[in-house]
């Protein structure tokens, strides 16, 4: 069954040449967002996998947007909270955060002071990993409450645009893999 879900995963991923720019294969994932048979057989195999893993969370984290998308179902079908990690001026309460860098500039995310506590385990759950800078912040708010990592789940990751290496030495998982 898994290894028909994640063919049936990669056919429905839609490569787009050249978006945002020139030279960018953008992997677009709003074919698999209306597909609940492949929705629903991602967030098991996230829950399989992490139980093959080990990960026992008590969280999940994502980022915003498609960590909203992906993170809140897992959460769910495990039964355990989901915590928001928002650009800046999103979040109402008391909030922390982490800048992290981009091809040209820099960004910044937020999460709540009171999201987390010390010792708290936690995943985080994003639908592409790229170069690491956004799950980078997300494991910089989480450390910062001193909430444990236990790893960060994708559907997809890039290869060999270094960020196994740059989020080191938390566990990365993705379902599948495409070239940068």
Not at 140 to 162: K, N, P, R
Request: hydrophobic share 45%; with cysteine; net charge negative.
């Amino acid at each position: 069954m898994s290894d028909e879900l994640l063919q049936n995963l990669r056919g429905a991923i839609r490569t787009v040449p050249d978006f945002p720019l020139e030279g960018i294969m953008f992997r677009d994932i709003t074919p698999v967002l209306s597909n609940p048979s492949l929705m629903s057989g991602i967030i098991d195999m996230f829950a399989r996998d992490m139980e093959d893993l080990g990960w026992r969370p008590e969280a999940v984290v994502g980022p915003e947007a498609r960590g909203f998308i992906f993170g809140p179902l897992l959460a769910n079908h495990l039964g355990i909270a989901f915590i928001p990690v928002r650009k800046p001026g999103k979040l109402p309460a008391d909030t922390i955060h982490a800048e992290y860098s981009l091809e040209y500039g820099s960004n910044r995310l937020e999460m709540h002071t009171d999201a987390l506590h010390p010792g708290q385990k936690v995943v985080i759950v994003d639908d592409l990993l790229a170069t690491g800078g956004t799950v980078g912040a997300c494991i910089e708010l989480c450390a910062a409450q001193g909430a444990e990592v236990l790893g960060s789940l994708f559907v997809i990751e890039l290869s060999g645009l270094g960020a196994r290496k740059a989020l080191s030495p938390i566990p990365i998982h993705a379902l599948i893999e495409f070239p940068a």
